[in-house]
């Protein structure tokens, strides 16, 4: 597609369930990063695929998220047992270099809210 | 640990007034730094970056921001601003082959 498309734009859940959260890149960009944007919070890094290379987990807030990356392309953001703390905006960017040398082009984002 | 600090949460400057967001980032190696905004509604985009060089950058829409090594600094700047600027904008931090990591943005309001 032309630019990066998350789905579902929005999500509402109760409190307990488990959400899925997926972004498309760019075709052929190597990098992927998951960002959670909350009022006042500004854009909280979550994960960054960079290519072949071990995804940088280092900003998942517990356990109970998780994110894969498959063939390179599409990725999935996992929230499980969800909590109203959860509740934000789901960012995903690529790029077409890893590491930052590469401009990020931002998804519209997954609005995630848990009742 | 590379970090970026905000210092303003909101600003409000009237049109065609001059305009600078500060941003300080904390980083142990040679900095890349990005201005990202978002506009109401919209994804975010690049306004511009610095990697290395001139360390007075332009960038999009008539913005620019100048890398201060001494200050841990990268502040934008406008020098008339439009209602249209009226948006989020992001400070970030990032290197080589490091993640890109963002500020609390600071958001601008425009009046007539």
């Known amino acids: 597609g032309a630019g990066v498309s998350q789905s579902p734009s929005n999500k509402v859940t109760e409190k307990g369930k488990d959400v899925e959260l997926r972004c498309d890149p760019i075709s052929g960009h190597t990098a992927l990063y998951w960002y959670r944007q909350s009022l006042g919070q500004g854009l909280e890094f979550l994960i960054y695929f960079q290519g072949n290379s071990a995804p940088d987990k280092s900003g998942l807030p517990s356990d109970r998220f998780s994110a894969e990356r498959t063939g390179g392309s599409v990725s999935t953001l996992t929230i499980q047992r969800t909590q109203q703390e959860d509740s934000a905006v789901y960012l995903c960017?690529?790029?077409?270099?890893?590491?930052?040398?590469?401009?990020?082009?931002f998804g519209e984002g997954s609005r995630l809210t848990v009742l | 640990a590379q970090s970026v600090t905000q210092p303003d949460i909101h600003i409000t400057v009237s049109e065609g007034a001059s305009l600078e967001l500060r941003c300080n980032y904390s980083?142990?190696?040679?900095?890349?730094l990005f201005w990202y905004v978002q506009s109401p509604g919209q994804g975010l985009q690049l306004l511009l970056k610095?990697?290395?060089?001139?360390?007075l950058v332009q960038g999009i829409k008539g913005f620019e921001a100048e890398f201060k090594r001494s200050q841990s600094s990268f502040n934008l700047r406008k020098p008339s601003v439009h209602w249209s600027d009226a948006a989020e904008y992001f400070c970030a931090v990032g290197g080589a082959t490091n993640k890109l990591i963002f500020g609390t943005g600071t958001l601008l309001a425009v009046q007539p």
């Open positions: 980083y142990g190696a040679t900095p890349y």
């Open positions: 610095y990697f290395s060089g001139d360390t």
């Open positions: 960017a690529s790029s077409l270099v890893t590491g930052t040398t590469g401009e990020l082009f």
